[in-house]
């Protein structure tokens, strides 16, 4: 017979000693009542058959195909899966359990196996494993079971799932043909009693801490499965986000001149009006005050004196001082862009033009300095500050100035590599590598680059050209642009060492230029004065204060000591 062929064959595939137990898998419906398979009525579909449910045409279903026509898959009624435990595979003797949804039509269902599929325990119950390989049942459960169902449409919504308390998703049903879910909601583990799927969802790396990254996003399930873009390098992403953030800021040394703590505004008026009251003056008294107060609480006594004594206190002092003592303390009773404004405009008033002037201020000064200044010299002479420049200079000197006076330049701290090359390129094909200069090339990179910027510019220019890039301005320009176009690469390599040098030059020599040695000590005693006076010590062989001694006295002499932080 049929069967007994079919005995011979598995004796021969799996050994004897499987045989019994495979016949009991394979049995339908199982032993204790019943046929059993193939069933003894050559009728097919078999008639009464595994004995069917009420109103139930028998097993198989009457409706042809699978899945049936008339159903989509996942079926949208009821949803798929259901949260109910669902009956073992294979099945176990016992009474029908009743109607149960599965793909397709309702059939009747199996008979339930104990606890059912999952267990209670949430372990997978084991499958019979007959000596020398896996049964026939269990081989075709293993085949169906995780057997995918097809990938949804594009744009079409995914499979309703049941979730567990705490957004955990139902655990997969049991039973041949029936699918694992395509998709388990975002960032939730299976479950820890279902073997693991194939294809794991994958879960978005979070944003590191340390630096800047965009909010992550779920991924898109309208076909079925997540969609990841691959995770960016923490330490590119740092360093990338730390550039974009940091803005350059040349003022970073530390000065001389701090805030007076506490600053009792009234008192210091009433020093500095009983100092100049009556016969004489007491110029110790007002540098008592003015040469340990900042520039930020200078300016606040003379509100505060105005409003005491109904007097103007520059105009007190003026009438009060003279010489250079009297242009420092002037100096002092400005702000620090009044200041400038007026640097500037004195060195363009009357004959001739002082050009060192213009370029101390205008190629040393930030992009926010420099629009300050242009908003005093406005404010204080009714002038627009570039017209002047243009009218009192000439040539290159002339457009470097100009390009100055828009304080655009970049102040980033980002660094092209590529640019760098590519400039120093440039400037050496303008300047060593031709018959004279193209001078507006150099304007092109000093006036626009970062410092940062320029910085690494000048390591290349050195890889390509014998000469540093100082030594090239020195040999491929004269005059006022070449000093212009020096201050600028001086600054960038060493602001404090360029302001040191001027008022070292100010003192050097037969006489003491006092206007470059009040400007340079105004500006910079609240900025990087202490990094200025050990500068002095390791190049010029003595101290600052050695030397503002040395070439100023009196009065004059102890006020720019005390800005300094020397003793007078």
Known sequence: ???????????????????????????????????????????????????????????????PGYPPSDSAYPPAQPPYPVAAAQPGYPPAPGPPSGPQIGFGDPVAPYPPAGPGYPPAAHVAPPLAQPLGGPSFAGAAYAVSAFRHPPAASFGSPAPPQPMYSGNVPAPYPAGPGQGMPSSQGYGNPPPSHVPAPV??????????????????????????????????????????????????????????????????????????????????????????????????????????????????????????????????????????????????????????????????????????????????????FGRNLEADVVSETSGHFKRLLVSMCQGNRDES??????????????????GEARWGTDESKFNVVLASRSYAQLRATFEEYRKVCKYDIEQSIEREMSGDIKAGMLTIVRCVKDKTGYFAERIYRSMKGIGTDDRTLQRCIVSRCEVDMVQIKSYFVKHYKHTLAKWIQGDTGGNYRRLLLALIGEEH
């Not at 600053?263 to 009251?277: G, P, Q, T, W």
């Not at 980002?414 to 094909?429: P, W």
């Open 199 to 380: 294809v794991a969802p994958q879960s978005h790396p979070a944003p590191m801490p340390s630096y800047s990254a965009p909010p992550a996003q779920p991924p898109s399930q309208s076909s079925g499965y997540y969609q990841s873009s691959p995770p960016v390098s923490p330490s590119a992403a740092q360093a990338t986000a730390r550039m974009a953030s940091l803005r350059v800021t040349e003022e970073s040394g530390k000065g001389t001149l701090k805030p007076a703590r506490p600053f009792n505004k009234e008192a210091d008026c009433e020093v500095l009006r009983k100092a100049m009251k009556g016969f004489g003056t007491n110029e110790k008294a007002i540098i008592s005050v003015l040469g340990y107060r900042t520039n930020d609480q200078r300016v606040e006594l003379i509100s505060t004196y105005k409003t005491m004594f109904g007097k103007d206190l520059v105009a007190d002092l003026k009438s009060e001082l003279s010489g250079n003592f009297n242009d420092l303390v002037l100096a002092l009773m400005q702000t620090l862009r009044q200041f400038d404004a007026r640097e500037l405009r004195r060195a363009m008033k009357g004959i001739g033009t002082d050009e060192s002037v213009l370029i101390e201020i205008l190629c040393t000064r930030t992009n926010a300095v420099i629009a300050e200044i242009k908003r005093e010299y406005k404010k204080i």
């Open 1 to 63: 017979t049929r069967a007994d062929i079919l005995d011979y064959y598995i004796a021969g595939r799996v050994g004897k000693q499987s045989v019994s137990s495979l016949r009991f898998a394979m049995s339908y419906p199982p032993y204790g009542g019943g046929p059993g398979y193939p069933p003894s009525d050559p009728g097919y579909p078999p008639n009464p058959g595994y004995p069917p449910a009420a109103g139930n045409p028998g097993y198989p279903p009457s409706n």
């Open 413 to 430: 701290h980002a660094v092209d590599q590529r640019r760098a090359a590519a400039d120093a390129q440039d400037l050496y094909k303008a």
